[in-house]
């Protein structure tokens, strides 16, 4: 996995450990993830900015380990019996917005108990969610906690290269030079951005050129404003 870059970005729902590219911001996650199952507990918090490859990363591992992947809000402790008997290991998606704090220690001590595994998915570190069960906070607090980072130039552009690919459309280097040194440096601008041009060249039958690019970022300058 180390050779390869992670990405959850594509225009494609591409899920399989050749599509991930390991880089300084998510090297730390990939490195735990490679440790399982000598976690040394039950559970593993994951967190990171929108579009960073979490998911992606959580699919890896869910075909790795089987688990079972549900949203935070899904859960109850009535349905951790049933999200328990279909496997040992668990993926819970979004904590921190919302979660039944009950069902969560529940599911934790059970999943504890079995041998089994839980990671936790939040676009924020456990030390920020809201969680007022002493119990559930003090398992919490003492799980390992890993966070996907920002990305370099190197890897935003990276991630280009592959949305454009993904649509199968080339892209000349000025011009990805011409996008980093304007766009904001997240993943998930990077997938609006080229997203956009791919709209924007369609449309107007155009390749994708320096003039197209600016244009792009300054009506999606523009919309961004206009939510202010």
Same mark, same amino acid.
Request: hydrophobic share 50%.
């Given at each position: !996995?180390?050779?390869?870059? @992670?990405? %959850?970005?594509?225009?494609? *729902?591409? =899920?399989?450990?050749? /599509?991930?590219?390991?880089?300084? $911001?998510? =090297?730390?996650? @990939?490195?735990?993830? #490679?440790?399982?199952? %000598?976690?040394?507990?039950?559970?593993?918090?994951?967190?990171?900015?929108?579009? $960073?490859? +979490?998911?992606?990363?959580?699919?890896?591992?869910? &075909?790795?380990?089987?688990?079972?992947?549900? +949203?935070?809000?899904?859960?109850?402790?009535?349905? *951790?019996?049933?999200?328990?008997? /279909?496997?040992?290991?668990?993926?819970?998606?979004? @904590?921190?917005?919302?979660? #039944?704090?009950?069902?969560?220690?529940?599911?934790?001590? !059970?999943?504890?108990?079995?041998?089994?595994?839980?990671?936790?998915? *939040?676009?924020?570190?456990?030390?920020?969610?809201?969680?007022?069960?002493?119990?559930?906070?003090?398992?919490? &607090?003492?799980?390992?906690? @890993?966070?996907?980072?920002?990305? #370099? #130039?190197?890897?935003?552009?990276?991630?280009?290269? +592959?949305?454009?690919?993904?649509?199968?459309?080339?892209?000349?280097?000025?011009?990805l030079v011409y996008m980093l040194a304007r766009m904001e440096r997240s993943f998930a601008s990077a997938k609006m951005l080229v997203t956009a041009l791919d709209r924007s060249a369609l449309a107007a039958h155009r390749r994708i050129t320096i003039p197209l690019v600016r244009e792009v970022l300054?009506?999606? &300058?523009? *919309?961004?404003?206009? =939510? /202010?």
């Amino acid at each position: !996995m180390t050779e390869q870059l @992670v990405l %959850d970005l594509g225009h494609r *729902s591409a =899920r399989g450990i050749e /599509d991930f590219l390991v880089a300084p $911001c998510n =090297r730390d996650a @990939v490195a735990w993830l #490679d440790r399982w199952p %000598d976690w040394p507990g039950p559970v593993l918090a994951l967190h990171g900015p929108a579009a $960073c490859g +979490k998911t992606h990363l959580a699919h890896i591992w869910m &075909n790795r380990s089987a688990a079972r992947l549900l +949203k935070a809000n899904e859960l109850s402790v009535a349905s *951790s019996y049933r999200f328990l008997a /279909d496997g040992l290991n668990i993926i819970v998606d979004d @904590v921190g917005a919302g979660v #039944d704090e009950r069902a969560l220690l529940h599911l934790y001590n !059970m999943v504890g108990e079995a041998g089994g595994h839980i990671l936790l998915l *939040s676009p924020i570190p456990p030390a920020r969610w809201t969680i007022g069960l002493a119990d559930l906070r003090s398992r919490l &607090n003492a799980a390992p906690a @890993v966070s996907i980072g920002w990305p #370099d #130039d190197a890897l935003i552009g990276a991630v280009l290269v +592959k949305l454009f690919a993904d649509r199968q459309m080339t892209v000349e280097g000025e011009v990805l030079v011409y996008m980093l040194a304007r766009m904001e440096r997240s993943f998930a601008s990077a997938k609006m951005l080229v997203t956009a041009l791919d709209r924007s060249a369609l449309a107007a039958h155009r390749r994708i050129t320096i003039p197209l690019v600016r244009e792009v970022l300054a009506a999606l &300058n523009e *919309s961004e404003i206009g =939510r /202010d």
